[in-house]
């Protein structure tokens, strides 16, 4: 039996089906939401699934999810555990997924039969989104993406993302209301693409001003995100005062001795100024960041402030007993700067700089730091457990400070430095660490899961286990996963594709670093942040392997791409090998060897970027014109674009290449020339070649082959063995 009646109908059906429990009207109905959610999947289709309400397990959300008959249920607690159920259902049943990438969405005329599944989240929150993301990924986003997104989380069970879109518009009314101009206000916020690291006072002015026309689309966007998001029972953080203030506040008030603080290597001029935690001023600003912002989006719970992130505090070397005095004062200022504006509202703050900077942040320090604050009134986003085994060589934080202290936190990972695209990540690590971590007698008030990826749209196998770890307190089965995730992303799971991702499981995805590029990327060795990939002989050969797939999966738009893609990588890591031995030659003074291997890697290069071309996300036009939309005028339009390419190459400061993006029209319009340029006689010239290629408007010249799949098969075979 199917149901097809309209979707008021529907929901009024639900509503009678669950009349039992009075709580969805009283919360507004969590099933038409969830309702909405899957009509935008799936169209008509989504008026023959039943939707029910239940209630949740031990305060935490549950679904479940079962198929009889041809009759698909789908119950939740919540609207996003309806999603998730929904999710669940479409992978393990229907072999099916929508990604970032694209979908696989071939879904048979009746639903599969699917024996009950229950399912109860053992954290309060699932957390999503990191500061930066609103940098390398979203600074550009329409609605259109955005909704896109929502519902990209709703279906993974998100229901504690980030909304940090606006806050400018907000902070600018603040600052107006302190005395200041708005010019003085406007040259202190950076461009669009920097503002994440504006947020968090580690840069001021940089490729700014804002124009008021951003500063209102900016409001009229955030209305529909926060609208979205909270229509689907989800918890967003908004932005809080962290104590970060204009210049011209700053000059305006030479009786405050404000501490100007240091980041990234940036000129001064550039730099914060912070508020001593002691003066009433932090507290005054506090309450009307708050109150301002709730003015104009509503009341909130959840307030992001970050005063530290990266740097260190201006304390004397060795005065113990100063520092912790003034971590303290911090604090409690920043905790009650929040309240005075919301009573109700929870400090959040990210964890990452403790792990990052654990020299400073011994316990006593963070001891300090939490000292003055409600044990119930403060998150820690314990942001990178991740980065402690490879990077910083380092116990995980949460365990070095003993669950925090008291203070509620969640376990988060940070998968992605700048939106890197290359395949990197530790799935084992992700399939068991925070399993550990809620089983662990030292852990704490630990309530929530997340993932916090400075960039978007790469990896999706990672945030794929990533959203069913949210949703478990035990270790995932890798063997028994991948192979339901290949069915769902490809078609099917052959033996040739279930060895070729045994290969990146055990090389690639067994791995993490922090700065994933290749030498070509960088022109030089970067000795700053030095540059790891895996290309070893066992993941090269899982390319191979997975290209062999094509005869029966060639028919998945989704297994065209990762072709695309992991093609792509082999012939990257071909030519790199090529430049390298270049830059040798180079080095001996061999000319004529160097410009063979460098004319040999260019033509790989030029291939890599025709590939691309055809893949649906990594393309730098798709970046540009993103940017280029934002304008009203072209003034405006290619200051957008200017700013956008920025961040991906130059940054600023000492952030060179920190973004690194494996894109089409990148490579063939910036890496190459940039290579070349090295190798000819205007090589002093470079940095200028660089701003002259930010500033003046890029043109798309990159095509694409007619058969990308077969291109991919055959250029994998011309170049093996490079």
């Known amino acids: 039996m199917k149901y097809h009646i309209s979707s008021s109908l529907f ?22 939401p ?48 309806i999603c ?33 599944k229950k399912q109860t989240t053992p954290y309060e929150y699932r957390y999503f989104l990191n500061v930066c993301t609103f940098g390398y990924t979203t600074p550009y986003w329409d609605w259109e993406r955005w909704e896109k997104e929502i519902d990209w989380m709703a279906l993974r069970g998100v229901n504690m993302p980030l909304a940090a879109v606006a806050s400018e518009a907000i902070a600018e009314r603040v600052w107006l209301k ?23 006072g580690n840069l001021n002015g940089w490729d700014g001003p804002l124009t008021d026309g951003w500063q209102k689309e900016q409001i009229k966007l955030q209305h529909k995100i926060l609208n979205r998001m909270r229509e689907l029972g989800m918890e967003p953080i908004a932005p809080a005062f962290a104590g970060f203030v204009p210049t011209a506040f ?32 932090f507290k005054e600003i506090g309450k009307l960041f708050i109150e301002e912002w709730e003015k104009e989006f509503g009341k909130n719970t959840y307030y992001l402030s970050d005063s530290f992130n990266e740097m260190k505090l201006p304390v004397a070397e060795g005065d113990d007993d100063g520092k912790h005095k003034l971590l303290a004062q911090y604090g409690e200022s920043i905790y009650h700067s929040i309240a ?19 020299d400073f942040w011994d316990k006593a320090s963070l001891q300090a730091l939490l000292s003055k604050v409600p044990d119930d009134k403060m998150i820690i986003i ?14 995980q934080t949460w365990k070095n400070h003993d669950g925090f202290y008291g203070k509620k936190w969640i376990f988060s990972y940070v998968p992605n430095f700048g939106g890197k695209t290359p395949m990197t990540g530790d799935l084992q690590m992700y399939a068991t660490s925070s399993a550990e971590a809620l089983h662990s007698a030292n852990a704490g008030n630990l309530v929530g899961f997340g993932s916090a990826p400075e960039g978007l749209e790469n990896n999706e196998v990672v945030y794929e286990l990533l959203a069913d770890m949210g949703w478990t307190a035990d270790s995932i089965d890798l063997d028994s996963w991948l192979p339901v995730y290949c069915k769902a992303r490809y078609g099917g799971c052959p033996a040739a594709m279930d060895s070729a991702w045994q290969r990146f499981k055990e090389t690639v995805y067994s791995s993490l670093y922090s700065y994933p ?66 830059l040798k030659e180079d080095s001996l003074g061999n000319r004529v060897a160097a410009m063979q291997q460098l004319d040999r890697s260019v033509e790989i290069l030029l291939d890599v970027d025709k590939l691309l071309a055809s893949h649906p996300l990594y393309r730098l036009e798709e970046w540009v014109d993103m940017a280029r939309d934002w304008g009203k005028t072209d003034l405006e339009k290619d200051a957008y674009e200017a700013n956008a390419k920025r961040l991906i190459t130059t940054w600023g400061g000492f952030q060179e290449d920190y973004a690194a993006r494996f894109w089409s029209g990148l490579i063939k319009d910036y890496y190459i020339p940039r290579m070349k340029l090295y190798f000819s006689e205007q090589r002093a010239d470079l940095d200028r070649w660089e701003e002259n290629w930010i500033k003046a408007p890029w043109h798309n010249t990159s095509t694409s082959f007619e058969d990308p799949l077969q291109s991919a098969i055959k250029l994998v075979e011309r170049y093996k063995g490079e």
């Open 11 to 32: 929901v009024l059906f639900c509503i009678v089906l669950c009349a039992c429990n009075s709580s969805s009207v009283e919360k507004g109905g969590i099933i038409q």
């Open 34 to 81: 969830a309702f909405d959610l899957i009509e935008r999947q799936i169209g008509e289709r989504a008026t023959g699934i039943q939707l029910e309400e239940i209630a949740p397990e031990n305060g935490k959300e549950t679904f479940e999810v079962e198929a009889k008959n041809g009759i698909l249920t789908l119950r939740g607690s919540s609207s996003v555990a």
């Open 84 to 116: 998730y159920a929904f999710h669940t259902y479409l992978r393990e049943a229907c072999s099916a997924m929508k990604t970032w990438s694209g979908e696989r969405m071939e879904l048979p005329e009746t639903w599969p039969d699917f024996v009950l």
């Open 178 to 200: 302190m005395g200041l101009k708005e010019e003085d206000i406007r040259a202190f916020f950076t461009g669009p693409a920097h503002l994440p690291w504006h947020r968090m």
């Open 250 to 281: 700053a000059e305006r008030h030479p009786e405050i001795q404000f501490k100007h603080l240091e980041w990234g290597g940036f000129d001064e001029k550039y730099n914060a100024y912070v508020l001593p935690p002691e003066t009433p001023y």
């Open 340 to 358: 005075a504006g919301n009573p109700d509202a929870v400090w959040v703050t990210q964890g990452w700089t403790f792990g990052y900077q654990h």
């Open 382 to 395: 314990d942001l990178g457990n991740d980065y402690p085994k490879w990077v910083w060589g380092t116990e």
């Open 517 to 582: 590029r290749f030498t070509w990327q960088t022109v030089v060795p970067d000795t700053r942040r030095i540059s790891k990939l895996d290309v070893s002989d066992s993941f090269l050969q899982g390319v191979e392997l997975f290209l062999s797939c094509a005869d029966s999966l060639e028919s998945s738009p989704l297994y065209v791409n990762d072709a695309i893609e992991y093609a792509s990588y082999y012939l990257a890591a071909q030519a790199d090998d090529c430049y390298k031995r270049a």
